[in-house]
């Protein structure tokens, strides 16, 4: 049976005013699939960048860009055993999520508890993941740890000082604009101005030992004053090229200057001081098996209220081009969502 279906399309690279909504008819769902109504769709960074064409990982001009949902289930496919219609799921889709509707694998859905809102499951999967896939599947971070997280008012930054604390972190320092300080103070950050010699006041806030793990999504030449701020032992996520995207539309230069600044690792100081350097991209990462074990421990943290995504907007499906351009202006502490329902 197909079934009416709106999405977002991003027709081809540009800039917030070019993504149109679409209506159309989805097909027959595939018997090994179900289909989510979507209530709500994540924001991620990575979708900007998709849609000004510079994030290598994206699919070809047009497609609906969405890497996550929550929603309820409304068709099983025939073959499907482990999931019933009406259950509430969070899922990572990969693509199409931007959309009243969408299809997926079980395998990438996961049963939300009864104290989980479809609005702060929908605000989980890609930013939880990222931090918990740094922190704890590649940093094996421990109690007493010391951890410096850029864009600290984000996404990706308060999953990390929830993660983080949760784990036993020491001390969480985050950087973010001047205006978000006393938010990022709220999540129990110290707070650091974007733009302030970060390195110097890592080490003076550690008495001079440096943090132990340093998450950088900036990039460029930022990605080695990271570096810097690491203490002996210390671990480097590099995790993001935010630096190349000065602005909401395409911008080529912008993207190669990034590139250019980015630092070359000499192996012998990084095993003369015990540092390692982490390449993180979830986009790519097709450990399924690990990704599922840790989505899991997240919807259980979730549940035992040891995490709560932080949502700060949520904008109606058709009004996507505010929604980006709100994360342009750099203005969100937390989560954008888009409500996808009728
Ligand atoms: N590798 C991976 O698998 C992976 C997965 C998820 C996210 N990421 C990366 O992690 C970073 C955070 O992602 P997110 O989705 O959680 O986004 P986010 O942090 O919620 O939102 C963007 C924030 O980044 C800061 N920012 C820095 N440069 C910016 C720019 N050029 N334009 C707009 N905002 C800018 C702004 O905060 P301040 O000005 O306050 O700092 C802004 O509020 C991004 O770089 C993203 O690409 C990587």
């Known amino acids: 049976m197909s079934e009416r279906i709106r999405r977002a ?25 179900i289909r989510i109504d979507v209530h709500y769709a994540g924001i991620n960074f990575a979708d900007l960048m998709m849609r000004i064409g510079i994030y290598g990982a ?19 496919g ?5 999931r019933s219609v009406g259950d509430r799921v969070v899922a990572m889709t990969r693509y199409g999520g931007y959309a009243t509707m969408v299809d997926v694998h079980p395998n990438q859905s ?9 609005e702060s499951a929908a605000a989980m999967p890609v930013t939880y993941a990222t931090a918990h896939h740094m922190l704890v599947h590649l940093g094996g971070i421990r109690e007493g740890d010391t951890v410096l997280v850029h864009h600290a008012a984000g996404g990706v930054g308060t999953a ?10 020491a001390l969480i320092i985050g950087t973010s604009s001047a205006s978000k300080k006393k938010f990022v103070e709220s999540m129990g950050m110290h707070h650091i101005t974007r733009g302030d010699d970060f390195v110097a006041q890592c080490r003076e806030l550690t008495d001079g030992r440096g943090v132990d793990h340093a998450l950088d999504p900036v990039g460029g030449k930022h990605l080695l004053r990271s570096y810097k701020a690491l203490a002996k032992g210390g671990k480097l996520y590099t995790f993001g090229g935010s630096s190349a995207v000065p602005g909401k539309r395409p911008n080529i230069l912008a993207a190669l200057w990034m590139w250019w600044r980015l630092p070359r690792f000499d192996p012998l100081r990084m095993m ?3 540092k390692a350097v982490f390449g993180v991209h979830l986009g790519t990462w097709d450990k399924d098996e690990i990704m599922r074990e840790q989505m ?22 058709i009004e996507v081009a505010k929604a980006h351009t709100y994360m342009h202006d750099r203005k969100n502490r937390g989560k954008i969502l888009l409500d996808c329902r009728d």
């Open 58 to 76: 994206a699919p070809p001009f047009p497609f609906t860009p969405g890497y996550e949902v929550s929603g309820t289930i409304t068709e099983i």
């Open 110 to 118: 996961f049963i939300l508890g009864p104290k989980q809102s479809l």
């Open 160 to 169: 990390v000082s929830q993660i983080a604390a949760a784990k036993g972190a």
């Open 272 to 274: 003369n001081s015990n």
């Open 9 to 33: 399309v991003y027709p081809k690279k540009g800039g917030p005013g070019s993504i149109r909504i679409v209506e159309g008819e989805i097909g027959p769902l595939a018997a090994n699939h």
């Open 296 to 317: 899991k421990e997240l919807v259980k943290m979730q549940n035992d209220g040891l995490i709560n995504p932080v949502v700060d907007c949520v904008f109606p499906l």
């Open 78 to 82: 025939k073959d499907v055993r482990n």
